[in-house]
């Protein structure tokens, strides 16, 4: 019952947060993604606008136009966390990635918050094998979003009570952002994959 109230608390970013992840997890099983556009620029996020590809007025898909939006209500959510936030939250996702790199399902599930597990392992089974299992099928295809990334630049923490999102560029210049829960006095992930911003 506990879960279940902390859970509905959650603010209607996080759905939406969750919603364009599962359709760019569909997108990418056999049709067009929006991270296959090009990126939006900081002002393009920030006032949810999206550049016309190629310079033509083609009007933007549904899912570009929420993803877009997606981007600006993360630029704008909450304020920006302490630097000790965002150290430990950076700390996090780093290792996270460093335990996905080399497999290491089990471990990689450590750095998940209780809600995020549950998920997991509802596609993989039970135990840390299944929540494993259920991560190395939610980011079977995430490092084309994130840059083929395993270091992270941490640029800030969006933070809104126990909730944030840790913005953070990758190796290959991309800026994202995943989101994080504070839990037991202790940032993990919200997700396994992140929203793409723009790139640097």
Same mark, same amino acid.
């Given at each position: 019952?506990?879960? $279940? $109230?902390?859970? +509905?608390?959650?603010?209607?970013?996080?759905?939406?947060?969750?919603?364009?992840?599962?359709?760019?997890?569909?997108?990418?099983?056999?049709?067009?993604? %929006?991270?296959?556009?090009?990126?939006?620029?900081?002002?393009?996020?920030?006032?949810?606008?999206?550049? %016309?590809? +190629?310079?033509?007025?083609?009007?933007?898909?549904?899912?570009?136009?929420?993803?877009?939006?997606?981007?600006?209500?993360?630029?704008?959510?909450?304020?920006?966390?302490?630097?000790?936030? /965002?150290?430990?939250?950076?700390?996090? &996702?780093?290792?996270?990635?460093?335990? $996905?790199?080399?497999?290491?399902?089990?471990?990689?599930?450590?750095? &998940?918050?209780?809600?995020?597990?549950?998920?997991?392992?509802?596609? *993989?089974? $039970?135990?840390?094998?299944?929540?494993?299992?259920?991560?190395?099928?939610?980011?079977?295809?995430?490092?084309?979003?994130?840059?083929?990334?395993? /270091?992270?630049? @941490?640029?800030? &923490?969006?933070?809104?009570?126990?909730? +944030?999102? &840790?913005?953070?560029?990758?190796?290959?210049?991309?800026?994202?952002?995943?989101?994080?829960?504070?839990? *037991?006095?202790?940032?993990?992930?919200?997700? @396994?994959? %992140?929203? %793409?911003?723009?790139?640097?």
């Amino acid at each position: 019952m506990h879960g $279940r $109230r902390r859970a +509905g608390k959650r603010l209607p970013l996080v759905a939406l947060a969750i919603g364009v992840v599962v359709a760019l997890a569909i997108a990418a099983c056999g049709g067009s993604s %929006p991270e296959q556009s090009e990126p939006a620029s900081t002002d393009q996020a920030k006032s949810g606008k999206s550049a %016309p590809a +190629g310079g033509s007025k083609q009007e933007a898909s549904p899912g570009a136009k929420a993803l877009t939006k997606l981007r600006a209500s993360i630029l704008h959510y909450g304020r920006e966390g302490t630097q000790a936030d /965002i150290a430990a939250a950076g700390q996090t &996702l780093s290792a996270f990635f460093l335990d $996905r790199k080399y497999k290491y399902w089990g471990a990689a599930c450590s750095y &998940l918050e209780a809600e995020m597990k549950k998920r997991t392992q509802q596609i *993989g089974g $039970r135990g840390d094998a299944g929540c494993g299992r259920g991560v190395e099928a939610l980011t079977a295809t995430a490092t084309t979003a994130e840059g083929e990334t395993t /270091i992270v630049k @941490v640029k800030g &923490l969006r933070r809104q009570d126990k909730q +944030g999102f &840790l913005i953070y560029e990758t190796e290959a210049g991309k800026v994202n952002a995943m989101l994080m829960i504070l839990e *037991g006095g202790k940032w993990k992930l919200g997700g @396994v994959n %992140p929203t %793409p911003l723009f790139s640097s």
